[in-house]
């Protein structure tokens, strides 16, 4: 009987071992992830640096030194040492930050997460991105600098992968279940592509043409105006084009005569440009600087994400020394600084994304009406392999324009409603791409001339490349490949059967938008319009709202003898323009109500001092009542709710200029309440009263401690990946999506940086919401996040030479080849 027991509890056991060793559908192999010897507990927090490591493809010692945030500094003695040691390191912290990337830009999530991801997947491998990535890659090969670069920043991770061994894999790998994949360098590109989704993928032409067939021409002109009504545009007002600008296309006849509504219901719902993805960036000249030198900032606005979206380094060769931000997955740095320079990003927002009608010869869509003849559509075949199912093939459909996102409706499609049969054409697609040779020769510039030739070289998405030197020169350029358009090309949905509607060339690079020194002696962007109405090519009709750069204008119009605190401090400033606009209007009308007199939340907004500190209820108060303000305006005339038809909001701008300057407009009549006849002060009053009640619902009656803005919008910096327990949520701050300070729910200053530029070296400092690794049980994992969110920067530290003594040096790791 013993024997019996005992072989049964060995059959059960080795049944366990070979059960939780072998991954059952979706789940891992939960034996291996559990194991104490190489499972998740092997993911500690111990990443002691050894001080000598041994690696096949380096040619010549190079020097690591960590500083006491983990940043490594990396001394080389060639390019080609340099990119592979960055390759390596980088890997070393992010390796699965990178693969997550590139497997979602390339439709592939559903490899390693299984079918909850084959929509997404398809919609993103629809977009073209991976087919996009795989000719840049190749292109490259006849760039010799290039080439050389992206090679050796491969081989740099694959040195990497070739030593982990699954003790040592991140966390989210055993988690998840599956292994990485060797690094090349279309997978580099697929990190770019991946910027570019996020920053140039959305489009309002559908919602636009909606509203149109509606309303018709000239309401739309009214409502929707092709620049605001306030606004400080990047380039400053009155700045003269030193160019002769190249003939603009001509608006088509039948659109001169009526604008193209549609072809039955256009009902899009590919995301709208996202009013969170924006950035602040700015340089004050010397004239304005207490050094006499310019000072430089940056704070771009992305998903706040553990792990960061950037990762710091700095990268020095005999020819090159430059610190910064790089983006993981990428070789050198992206908005950082050297010796003679510094340089930052912002995001233009120009309409580089048009959706095109296209008329098909029959069902089997493989023909479509063009210039009077039907055109032959190319297909293709893509298969997706989901994890724990059977492969999936999807066919693709590309036009001239581009590819048709989706031929049949369905409630499956990852963007529901999107309309059979539309292409879309989309500067992401541009293969002419040396996005990466722009930043190669921004980190080696010395002077404004090389700053400029640094520019010519990228491409998407267009960037307000900011600019300063210790020649006491600052300039900003929106920079990138824009379309060359007829005024509103792309406002609208386009007909796909007319040549004329096609994009006909691209503004020539030396033409766009810029300006050096100007004599207000300061540059920024803040995402808004890029220049003036003098600009002689169409941008597009919609930019980000003005206030942050109405606000960070003034500021620096009045800085005398600014400091890196003086740039620190607008990168936090709270203060609500948008407030200062509309505020003291709509408050009047709520005066007139003698039960406010009483009221503690109107009494609230009456005495608060319009900054969007964390501890504050007005902000609580204003943001979420303009919100409900606009939708009480506009939701029963241009719902963006409909399924069928859904229509853009005209903007904020257009809004507080109706209720201050138009009180009448019939906008303000609530078509739903067919009995009365609304006033604006009638929905002034009735949102304020809806917007307490909503609050008081939630929150309880009107309390300094749960209704302190930073509560009530209760930032989280989540993990990329979503897994719970590795992000950090209801982080203290203020700010807000229309405040310089543009913290949001989710999103805010990704990377803040300041810089003082000088003769001799330059002072810098900079922070973002994390940490230098992406493992959630290293120190450095989020160690900079509550400094961040006090608004606090670190002194990076720019060293001179390996050899430069610092006590903030903790190890020193020697990289040398294998003999």
């Known amino acids: 009987m013993k024997f019996i027991k005992f072989f049964v509890s060995l059959l059960i056991a080795a049944g366990l071992t070979y059960i939780l060793n072998r991954p059952l559908g979706a789940l891992p192999a939960l034996g291996k992830l559990f194991s104490p010897f190489e499972g998740f507990w092997q993911n500690g927090g111990n990443q002691s640096a050894p001080d000598e490591l041994t690696l096949e493809g380096i040619k010549e010692e190079v020097s690591v030194i960590f500083d006491d945030n983990r940043v490594p500094h990396v001394f080389a003695k060639n390019d080609d040492d340099l990119y592979f040691a960055q390759g390596y390191l980088v890997a070393q912290d992010r390796l699965w930050q990178m693969e997550f990337y590139t497997l979602a830009a390339s439709g592939r999530l559903s490899e390693v997460v299984g079918e909850r991801a084959i929509e997404l997947d398809r919609y993103n491998r629809r977009m073209g991105m991976a087919e996009t990535a795989r000719k840049i890659a190749e292109s490259y090969k006849k760039d010799d600098i290039a080439f050389k670069v992206l090679t050796a920043y491969t081989a740099g991770v694959n040195a990497y992968l070739k030593q982990l061994s699954y003790k040592n894999t991140p966390v989210e790998y055993k988690i998840i279940g599956y292994q990485p994949e060797e690094w090349s360098p279309y997978k580099t590109i697929l990190m770019l ?20 067939a509606k309303y018709g021409p000239d309401i739309i002109k009214d409502l929707f105006p092709d620049y605001p009504v306030t606004e400080s545009p990047i380039i400053p007002v009155g700045t003269k084009w030193e160019f002769t600008p190249v003939p603009v296309p001509a608006v088509p ?23 969170e993805i924006g950035s602040n960036n700015w340089a004050v000249g010397g004239g304005k600087s207490a050094s006499g030198l310019p000072i430089l900032a940056n704070d771009p606005h992305l998903q706040l994400t553990l792990p960061s979206i950037w990762y710091q380094m700095q990268l020095s060769t005999p020819t090159m020394n430059v610190y910064g931000a790089c983006l993981p ?58 994890k724990g199912k059977e492969a999936l093939k999807d066919t693709v459909f590309y036009t001239h324009h581009g590819p048709v996102l989706y031929n049949h409706t369905s409630e499956k499609n990852f963007s529901k ?61 929106p920079n990138g490949k824009l379309p060359l358009k007829w005024k509103e090309q792309g406002k609208f949905i386009l007909d796909g059967s007319n040549p004329a509607h096609d994009w006909q060339g691209w503004i020539p690079a030396e033409q ?114 303009v ?59 009735e949102s304020f009263k809806a917007t307490v009640d909503s609050l008081t619902a939630k929150l309880g009656p009107l309390n300094a401690e749960t209704w302190a803005w930073t509560k009530v919008k209760s930032t989280d910096i989540n993990h990329l990946g979503r897994l719970p327990g590795f992000g950090k949520q209801d982080i203290p701050n203020g700010g807000g999506g229309g405040i310089v300070n543009a913290t949001s729910e989710t999103h805010g200053p990704s990377w803040r940086m300041v810089v003082q530029l000088d003769k001799t070296w330059p002072k810098a400092y900079g922070l973002y919401p994390g940490g230098q690794s992406g493992n959630p049980g290293s120190p450095y994992y989020d160690n900079m996040v509550d400094k961040w969110a006090k608004g606090e920067l670190n002194e990076l530290l720019f060293m001179k030479t390996k050899d430069e003594k610092s006590n903030r040096i903790v190890s020193t790791t020697k990289i040398s080849g294998k003999k």
Do not use: C
């Not at 009608?357 to 293709?380: C, L, R, S």
């Not at 539309?422 to 040779?437: I, R, T």
């Not at 962007?525 to 090519?537: E, K």
């Open 193 to 212: 592509m991946n910027m570019r989704q996020v920053l140039n993928g959305g489009s309002e032409d559908f919602r636009m043409s909606n509203a149109l």
């Open 253 to 275: 006849a039948e659109i001169a005569a009526k604008p193209l509504t549609k072809d039955g219901a256009v009902a899009l719902n590919i995301a709208a440009p996202a009013p």
């Open 329 to 386: 997955g990428t070789p050198g740095v992206t908005i950082g600084f050297n010796k003679d320079i510094a340089w930052g990003v912002t995001n233009v927002g120009s309409d580089v994304m048009d959706f095109y009608q296209i008329k098909f010869k029959d069902k089997t869509q493989k023909e479509y009406w063009y210039n009077g003849a039907w055109k032959p559509v190319t297909i293709k075949i893509e298969e997706f392999k989901i």
């Open 417 to 477: 409603n999107v309309p059979v049969g539309h292409a879309m054409k989309w500067v992401g697609h541009e293969l002419d791409n040396s996005d990466l040779m722009g930043f190669y020769y921004l980190n080696r510039a010395k002077n404004y001339d090389d700053y400029r030739k640094a520019l010519t070289y990228y491409k998407a998405p267009a960037q307000n490349f900011v600019f300063a030197d210790n020649h006491n020169d600052i300039a900003i350029t």
């Open 512 to 625: 766009n938008p810029t300006v050096k020194n100007p004599p207000r002696g300061f540059v920024s962007s803040a995402n808004q319009f890029s220049t003036d109405p003098t600009y002689p090519y169409y941008l597009g009709w919609k930019f980000a709202p003005a206030e942050r750069g109405i606000r960070i204008n003034e500021r620096l119009e009045a800085m005398q003898k600014a400091t890196i605190d003086s740039l620190r401090s607008v990168q936090n400033d709270n203060f609500n323009v948008e407030a200062r606009r509309v505020l003291p209007d709509v408050l009047k009308i709520l005066a007139e109500d003698p039960a406010n007199a009483s009221n503690s939340a109107y009494q609230a907004l009456a005495k608060w001092n319009m900054k969007n500190d964390p501890y504050e209820v007005g902000p609580t108060i204003f943001e979420r009542w």
């Open 627 to 685: 919100k409900e303000l606009r939708i009480w305006v506009w939701e029963d005339d241009f719902s963006v709710q409909s399924e069928k038809e859904p229509m853009s909001h005209p903007t904020r701008d257009i809004t507080w200029n109706l209720i201050k300057n138009t009180p009448d407009a019939k906008w303000f009549d609530n078509l739903n309440t067919k009995d009365k006849v609304e006033t604006m002060q009638d929905i002034v009053k």
